[in-house]
């Protein structure tokens, strides 16, 4: 496959500045606001390569890449039939992250995350594949992220909280290039970071970045170009639900782009969002038509995280309220915020199930139950193009194929952990 590296510019949202990338930057130093930065793309039209063995670069003119690595998945979308028939519903895109080759689904993680991960260490330049990355998760995105970087021999670091080690599975034992640090139990996601935040003070670290990411979130946005481009149109709708609305934001971004496109429409998706409660703090926010989130006790969100059936979805510290951010996402859109009780999710994850034919993620489950929400409120008529992001699915199917195999912690962190005891750690460690 010919590639030749995507050609881009970076404008900061809150000020409009236009600068290069000096090769991982996540913000704009001479902005003295909290602000997203975004990617010009020399290319305004969007190409789409063909042939399945480009995954998701063949989105490569809006991703802000370096090179290709190998095994890349992608998402695919399909207008849906049992699930559309169900809610009523004439024009049901399903954008389908996961395992189910019938489908062309081929992510053996089963979740979308592997888009932020493909295209994350594609961008890494030569110099930043001799430090370590570190990647802050709840699940998902580390095991995104460890079987990229494992198939692609790129150190990695993973800090993660111990009780969500379960979603540390694969289909084969894993580099050693890539290793694990955890927070105790009882911890959180907030946790984690605040531990992957010290590792990256030392020498030879350096953060993924998160959200400030623009590889990550164009990677995101791989799920709207899968859909805009196979509809051919942007869609009414936008659901999906959310942890730090990074995914989101990203769908926003592509859309824009596709209106600059000009082939593609020239209306805005409707980002109809959602949280699982009891861990609802942009909820919360959002129906307070604030653009900070509200004040929430430490304790009590780590309990409430521990109540929801999508842990994935439970962070304490999204990008909502900067300039860019989750906020402005809505505010632009005409977008929504809903909540969803495990007990609705757990329903609307059988009823996808039964109406569609594939087991999916519970955080795709409570987009589902949005959808079934706002179906029933008539926010959504049965004439709308709509497009659900399905962010993981598959998983039981794969893993009743698949032998497994778990990556161990090499160290675990008390909440309260010293940077002198992560420096200790630290140097026992060979990549």
Known sequence: MNFIPTQYQLQTVATGRVFNDEGWTLDDKQCDKPSLVRPLYESKQL??????EW????????????????????????????LAKHLGLNNLYITFNGWWPERGAHMTTCSFKEMEAYSVCARLSDELKDKVLVVASAGNTARAFAKVCSDNNIKLLLCVPQDNIKALWFDQPLNPCVKLITTASGSDYFDAINLSNV?????????????????????????????????????????????????????????????????????KARLIVSQNRPFVPMYDAWRADSRALLPYDADQARKDAAEICAPVLSNRKPP???????????????????????????????????????????????ATASLQQAVTKNIVKSDDTVMLNITGGGERRFQAEHTLYYLQPSHIFNIDFTKEEVETVLATFQY
């Open 199 to 267: 590792v990256c003070e030392f020498e030879g670290y350096f953060a993924e970045g998160g959200a400030k990411n623009i590889a990550r979130r164009d990677g995101m946005g791989t799920t709207m170009m899968s859909a805009t481009t196979f509809i051919g149109r942007t869609p009414d709708f936008y659901f999906q639900a959310v942890g730090s609305g990074t995914g989101a934001i990203a769908a926003w971004e592509a859309n824009l782009r596709f209106i600059g496109d000009g082939r593609f429409g020239s209306q």
């Open 55 to 82: 995954g998701l670069y063949r989105y490569a003119d809006w991703l802000p890449i370096k090179t290709l690595l190998q095994n890349p998945s992608e998402p695919i979308t399909y207008k849906s039939q049992g």
């Open 320 to 366: 909502y309220g900067l300039a860019g951010g989750l906020f402005d996402a809505l505010k632009d859109s005409n977008g929504d915020i809903l909540a969803v009780s495990n007990d609705e999710a757990n329903a609307a994850k059988a009823l996808l199930e039964e109406t569609e034919g594939i087991d999916i993620y519970h955080a795709a489950a409570v």
């Open 47 to 52: 190409h789409v390569k063909e042939g399945e």
